[in-house]
């Protein structure tokens, strides 16, 4: 009984000893959360138009060291779906990212929910079984390159409901105008696959989806207070495609801004 208590002892104590060491590494690395809350005059993403009016866009993303924890949701801020004033979208991701000289490299997975859309779900003979809240699931990949233009690719695959990829290329560079007002451009292409597109699209071909031009202006108000005013156009290089999205979704292309205030600490 003595051996076994002695033991007892020696693992609590090794595990307190891991566990402190842990806490300490922890605490020499980089920590930050960060708040964002813009707000849009369109819901535009990949392609799809999902609101053509104003929407309240909020998140909040935790880090430190490499790993990041994001809550990102959407509120319709006018009654063009039927849901003013309430969340119709709230997303869920967690990443990691590592840099490697000039080169970083990512990867993580998103939760995409719906609150108050429910759809059928049905087993493997087909049968129905009930109801479950709408949502899917991706997981990506990322790497982005710390030189001119700050060039950059993320390749998402849907493991849920549409089992489809996209992919989205990016290029940007930031100003400096004034000592606390910067000038941020960016231009990104994004492709669907087959599957991806014909989920999101109806449209069962790969393509690619959407080519995005934005500019931003972000104004530093306090060392971690930021707004930001910005402006995008979103348009889709493949004729079918556009048509395609103009029969689901009522729009082809979209110019859109608003203004986001950015905390971090």
Known sequence: MKRKSTGYWMSGLLGLTVAMMATASLAQLESEVAVDVPVLSSYVWRGMVLNDEAVLQPGLTGSIGGFSVNAWSSMDLTDSNGASGEFTEMDWTVSYAQAFGIVELGAGVIAYTFPGVTVESEAEDGTVTGEAAAGTT?????????????????????????????????????????????????VSLGFGGEDYNAGYFGYEDAALN?????????????????VTPSISYMMLPDSDLEEAAEAAYGEKDSVYGGVSLSCAF
Do not use: Q, R
């Open 210 to 226: 959407d080519l995005l031009l934005g500019a931003a202006l972000p104004i530093a108000i306090t060392e971690n207070i930021s």
């Open 138 to 186: 991706e997981i990506f990949a990322s790497v982005a390159v710390d030189t001119l233009l700050a060039p950059a690719l993320t390749v998402y695959y849907d493991v849920d409901e549409i089992e489809g990829f996209y992919a989205v290329a990016s290029i940007g560079h930031s100003f400096g105008l004034l000592d606390n007002v910067g000038l941020d451009l960016s």
